[in-house]
Nanobody, 124 residues
Framework: QVQLIESGGGLVQAGGSLRLSCAAS????????MGWFRQAPGKEREFVAG????????KYADSMKGRFTISRDNAKNTVDLQMNSLMPEDTAVYYC?????????????????WGQGTQVTVSS
């Protein structure tokens, strides 16, 4: 059974940092492109960042470039999202997602497996 479990969310002041982590089980992690998405109240789920299963290729939403960094450790079956210079508009539930092979894409329906999400709240 595939499981993606996010951790690291919480409350942080504007300008602060958080590091999210997603632990995968039940899959051969090295075959999965991983992505982070987020969903704020009343808004659609949006792409944050993705990392290809191999090759170190990453993709970011424009508004996250330079502030967020995605990284993966195939030996530990984890993918992290380092978030710096957080703003109140970054407040959302952040989800980890897995896509078998393929490129990191921004479309949520490109990912087969999803975690339950972790809440990130940025206060002003």
């Amino acid at each position: 059974q595939v499981q993606l479990i996010e951790s690291g969310g919480g409350l942080v002041q504007a300008g602060g940092s958080l590091r999210l982590s997603c632990a995968a089980s039940g899959v051969f992690f090295g075959h999965y492109t991983m992505g982070w998405f987020r969903q704020a109240p009343g808004k659609e789920r949006e792409f944050v960042a993705g990392t290809r299963y191999v090759g170190g290729i990453t993709k970011y939403a424009d508004s996250m470039k330079g502030r967020f960094t995605i990284s993966r450790d195939n030996a530990k079956n984890t993918v992290d999202l380092q978030m710096n210079s957080l703003m109140p508009e970054d407040t959302a539930v952040y989800y980890c997602a897995a896509r078998y092979l393929g490129e990191p894409v921004a479309m949520s329906d490109g990912y087969r497996y999803w975690g339950q999400g972790t809440q990130v709240t940025v206060s002003s």
